[in-house]
């Protein structure tokens, strides 16, 4: 069974460019998660779907960050226009179930100069 | 606020011992624990978890134990294997879902040969 995929694994850009980063879940799994990781840090959720349906975006910056979820399978987070503390490691996570068991892809690391 | 916390940046050990990594945690909401190992380029995978009505779980060489009293709990690895070098991090997660996770800084683990 293919795990979670994500795109692009690395990405650099200059401040006040745009970025998204693109996650495919795991078959089958309703709840898909976006969480940014800064450099000695643990994850921190951005948003949570729940199929098409963000049920938790409280911690997304909403005046930069956007994120959809396009027929509850694959999602898009986009950066508008990103900004030098952007840079981290975005991870993208699907789950089955209230399990507490996120699936994560490898991250897509943004660098912003 | 961090809501979940690991002290301990890195710790190292011999090969065939015990490592202990610990993690503490403010908010007594929080009722389902779990460890995560990362390495390097690589998404988070879920190792084990407990639940608050437990004080204990264990499988194969990994054994966690929580005390609800004093808002702690541990991941004894026993014994250590240079495969276990990683990143580990401790997460909680509220009575709202299993699936909304607050994680830790984590703790680098580093078995030597």
């Known amino acids: 069974e293919a795990g979670v995929v994500q795109s692009p694994r690395y990405k650099i850009i200059e401040k006040k460019q745009p970025v998204a980063f693109w996650c495919n879940p795991i078959?089958?799994?309703?709840?898909l998660y976006w969480y940014l990781q800064n450099l000695g840090q643990g994850p921190e959720l951005l948003i949570r779907?729940?199929?098409?349906?963000?049920?938790?975006d409280s911690q997304l910056p909403k005046d930069r960050f956007s994120a959809e979820r396009l027929k509850g399978v694959d999602s898009t987070l986009k950066i508008q226009p990103a900004e030098l503390g952007d840079s981290a490691v975005y991870l993208c996570?699907?789950?089955?179930?209230?399990?507490?068991?996120?699936?994560f892809g490898e991250g897509s690391r943004l660098t912003v100069l | 606020d961090q809501q979940v916390k690991q002290n301990s940046p890195s710790l190292s050990v011999q090969e065939g011992r015990i490592s202990i990594l610990n993690c503490d945690y403010t908010?007594?909401?929080?009722?389902?624990f779990l460890w995560y190992k990362k390495y390097p380029a690589e998404g988070p995978t879920f190792l084990i978890s407990?639940?608050?009505?437990?004080d204990k779980n264990e499988d194969g060489r990994f054994t966690v134990f929580l005390n609800k009293s004093a808002k702690h709990l541990s991941l004894h690895i026993v014994p250590s294997q240079p495969g276990d070098s990683a990143v580990y991090f401790c997460?909680?997660?509220?009575?709202?879902?299993?699936?909304?996770?607050?994680f830790g800084t984590g703790t680098r683990l580093t078995v030597i040969p």
């Open positions: 997460a909680a997660s509220d009575q709202t879902g299993a699936n909304n996770l607050f």
């Open positions: 996570a699907s789950s089955y179930g209230n399990t507490g068991e996120l699936f």
């Open positions: 779907y729940e199929n098409e349906e963000a049920v938790d």
């Open positions: 078959s089958g799994h309703n709840t």
């Open positions: 407990i639940s608050s009505i437990k």
């Open positions: 908010n007594s909401m929080f009722d389902y």
